[in-house]
């Protein structure tokens, strides 16, 4: 599984940006699909998660109602729209997927998932 991400760059305080992460294969394939980011000495963060199976989705609190997290089943793409961004969004952001069952409680688990992006750099200045 190759999943490519883009849709990074710099934006201001209170500006939207999409990131997109196409994968090799059909999503459908995949138990959960996910966003992380991370920043420099600090673990990678779960953001968002979405399972296709049954569009349920996961937050974390920082960023529940301004992120959202959706999938494009045609192209097999995995989105994620951030709107009103603060300067506390900046870091990598990774998109990441697992085929097999993972329990709700640790969905925004890093080491449970087996594929990832290459990440993509978002920086939101004030």
């Known amino acids: 599984v190759q999943l490519v991400e883009s849709g990074g760059g710099t934006v201001q305080d209170g500006d939207s940006l999409r990131l997109s992460c196409a994968a090799s294969?059909?999503?459908?394939?995949?138990?959960?699909m996910a966003w992380f980011r991370q920043t420099q000495g600090q673990e990678r963060e779960g953001v968002a998660v979405?399972?296709?199976?049954?569009?349920?989705?996961l937050y974390a609190d920082s960023v529940r109602g301004r992120f959202t997290i959706s999938h494009d089943n045609v192209k097999n793409t995995l989105f994620l729209q951030m709107d009103d961004l603060k300067s506390e969004d900046t870091a990598v952001y990774y998109c990441a997927v697992r085929d097999a069952y993972l329990h709700y409680h640790q969905w925004r688990e890093a080491s449970k998932y087996e594929y990832w992006g290459q990440g993509a750099q978002v920086t939101v200045s004030s």
């Open positions: 294969v059909n999503k459908a394939n995949f138990y959960v």
């Open positions: 979405l399972q296709p199976g049954s569009g349920a989705t």
